[in-house]
């Protein structure tokens, strides 16, 4: 996946806790270029904000001209802009592009000063949200924006409506406790669609620079196509990642220092966790033998952004038919499925929310059955190229595409087979769970047909 830029237009925070610095290191830990135009100058330690320096409103036009003129940006963060001279010039320059723009509203520093001038905040509401793809208040912003109080799940859904109606497409209220021993983000998307996102809640002190990473993390996502909610989850699986480890580097607050290699473990964690349990489930699944092709079954699951099948996990063996009952003939580990694997890697690079896959048997029946439900694409082994047929390994990847240049959106592609190649159906989904819940519903109208 080529590397994509992000810009950040924000103040500078001279401790890198906050602000800018904080928002080019967590595009640097996820795999993005950063950007940055400024905004305000601080003086502030981890204690307290001194003064804050508003730069004049056409010398922060002047950045983000500059940077838009001359590199391709994916998606821009918006934090603190402080004045309306400001917020004007921002909107002029971005009111008519068409890149996704995430609204961090800073209203005030974690140690209280206001980082948004009085007189301004109508302008802010007219001129800022209604160019936020998606717009990340914390309980205290979110109550101001919508002129809410915020204490119980309703509430939360009634100041997430009034949010959208001053015009941001999509709203994530963040740090919310709903519940005891928990802390939830709660999106509400264009759709109107609700998701919670919820982790045990962690017994830290107040922290510096969380909602900067936060939206940083979702900007991010969003440079790379993740759809809305995925990135979400994911910003929201880094930071509460990232909260476990504060750095305390001077008097005051303790600092976010998101690290990628605590990144990637997550995820690799995550991956192995989540798939063993559906892997589990699938051979629970009643009947779930006669999906099992000649040539057996993997299923597979890969991290974030996945480079190579050492980054897609699967069963060692596959999963094997053993009489009407179906096993793993072996562990689940990192880059040990070739082929569905490379179906997988191929389906992502167009679509990368897609991060699991599952081969099961050719069938006439079973395609009648999906037609019910999934969406159907295939491709024809007999028009491979000579080249791509003569080099092991790069058939599937090849008919993936070809599938999906038939129609993007599918999430079953089949082929009907070549000399020496079994027919095969493999089902794509977002995580093992819903690829789970494909494989129940294929065998429960196949008992009805």
Known sequence: MKRKSVLTIAGSDPTSGA?????????????????????????????KISKVFPLPSELVAQQIESVLDDIKISSIKIGVIYDKKIIYSINQILKDKDIPIIVDPVFFSSTG???LKSNSFNHYIEKILPLATIVTPNLKEAEILSKKRIYNKNSVIESLNAIRTLGAKNVILKGLKLKKKQTSDVLMEETSTISEFTNPWLQ???????????SAAITSFISKEYRV??????????LHKSLQNPINIGKGLPVIDPNYSNYLHFFRYQVLSELTKAIEKFQEIENVWVLIPETQTNFVYAIPEASSIKDIAGVNGRIIKIGKKVRPASYIEFGVSKHVASGL???MEIEPSIRSAINIKYDEKILEICKKFLILSEYNRHFEPKNIKEKEGNSIKWGIKEALLKNRNANLIYHKGDIGKEPMITLFADNPERIINHVKKIINLMARY
């Open 345 to 347: 890697l191929s389906y």
């Open 204 to 214: 830290i002190r107040e922290n510096h620079g969380s909602g900067c990473n936060f």
């Open 19 to 47: 602000g800018i610095q904080a928002d080019l290191r967590t595009f640097s830990m996820l795999g993005v270029y950063g950007c940055s135009a400024i905004t305000t100058i601080t003086v502030q330690n981890t204690t």
């Open 229 to 238: 909610k995925m990135a979400c989850q994911m910003a929201n699986e880094v």
């Open 113 to 115: 000063f206001a980082l």
